[in-house]
């Protein structure tokens, strides 16, 4: 009965707690700590004794939910923090609910399906950590040297998630991608560009690499293209006005 209802009763928990963070912004990191909690003991109850053998799962899905608290302080206007704040919740309903699929059917969690899903949760996880941590340099003179170090780090976790199931990737594809975004964001710091568009332009390119390196190489023009195209809009309207 608890595994059937924790889908639905879990992310109300979690929107409780953004809906907090509003009200007493001071109160980020209790409320952060508490919601982390939930995620992980959510995912023990559904997982049950196969929890351990998803320690990254778990970690992943806790920095997703720090991309989205933190993502809401970039967020002023009150109405997109609400509608922002609706549409998590509804993120989070479908991860519990996949999650309480699979481990119910005994499946294994590295499922095609799966995988879809969280590689577009990363992929916009990481936007939003990207966005946040310009916003950061910018407003707050936070550490640009321990934000890429922090930038690094995350891109590492969510790549070795999306790569589960693809055996042809070698470990120093990754160190490339990590390589060449260093550089990205490095050199977009550098830029009088807004944060959206330097955060923007950086997971771009972090979901270039990847997906060409998913296509099993053999599209590297097409995303190319694709990624040249997206940052010169972005690059032209930023710098227009």
Known sequence: MLQTLLPFISPILLAFGFWRFFVKPDSFWFLAFLSILLIILTIKILAKKHFLHFFRLWVNLAIVYLAQILFLIVVNLPTWRY???????????????????????????????????????????????????????????????????????????????????????????????????????????LMPISFYVAGTIAAL???????????????FVQWLVIFLVASAALLISSLSF
């Not at 042809?168 to 160190?175: A, D, E, L, R, T």
């Not at 390119?205 to 099993?216: G, I, M, P, V």
Request: aromatic share 30%.
């Open 83 to 189: 509608i922002l704040t609706v549409f998590y919740i509804l993120l989070w309903f479908a991860i519990f609910w996949l999650i309480a699929k699979y481990f119910k059917s005994l499946k294994d969690i590295n499922d095609l399906d799966y995988l879809a899903f969280t590689r577009f949760l990363y992929y916009l996880s990481f936007w939003q950590l990207a966005c946040t941590f310009y916003y950061l340099i910018v407003f707050i003179n936070f550490s640009p040297w321990l934000s890429l170090l922090l930038f690094l780090v995350l891109a590492l976790f969510f790549a070795k998630e999306i790569f589960l199931l693809n055996e042809k990737i070698v470990s120093g594809f990754i160190w490339l991608l990590l390589f060449t975004l260093a550089q990205v964001f490095l050199a977009l710091f």
């Open 205 to 219: 390119w972090f979901f270039f690499l990847l997906e060409w390196s998913l296509a099993s190489f053999k599209s």
